[in-house]
């Protein structure tokens, strides 16, 4: 089992920049590390993920390249979300994903891997 906390949501502007964060506990060896997001009326997708292995390719989906920056300390098990230039497309509730392998990460079903409880992240114009 795998425990994922997040903290970083909350409101910004157009171009402003926020940084979530996701401490990891239990079982933590050698998983994948990411994010994923769901926006009112939307399937969750994914955001980025990060294998622990120093030196690790990060991935993204393809409308946040450029923009956010993902990271992970695995001292602390814990990944972050760096985000920039954020957009109201960006608004959405951003869940911490962990997951034994890159395919099983990247699967968006709820009985899947190991989520967390979710944070708010609003853009506005």
């Known amino acids: 089992q795998v425990q994922l906390v997040e903290s970083g949501g909350g409101s910004v502007q157009r171009g402003g920049s926020l940084k979530l964060s996701c401490a990891a506990s239990?079982?933590?060896?050698?998983?994948?590390m990411g994010w994923f997001r769901q926006a009112p009326g939307k399937e969750r997708e994914f955001v980025a993920s990060?294998?622990?292995?120093?030196?690790?390719?990060?991935y993204y989906t393809n409308s946040v390249k450029g923009r956010f920056t993902i990271s992970r300390d695995n001292a602390k098990n814990t990944v972050y979300l760096q985000m920039n230039m954020l957009t109201p497309e960006d608004t959405a509730v951003y869940y911490c994903?962990?997951?034994?392998?890159?395919?099983?990460?990247?699967?968006?079903?709820?009985?899947?891997?190991?989520w967390g409880q979710g944070t708010q992240v609003t853009v506005s114009s």
């Open positions: 990060l294998s622990w292995g120093e030196g690790s390719t990060p």
């Open positions: 994903k962990a997951a034994p392998d890159s395919a099983t990460f990247r699967n968006r079903a709820p009985a899947l891997g190991y």
């Open positions: 239990g079982r933590t060896a050698r998983i994948v």
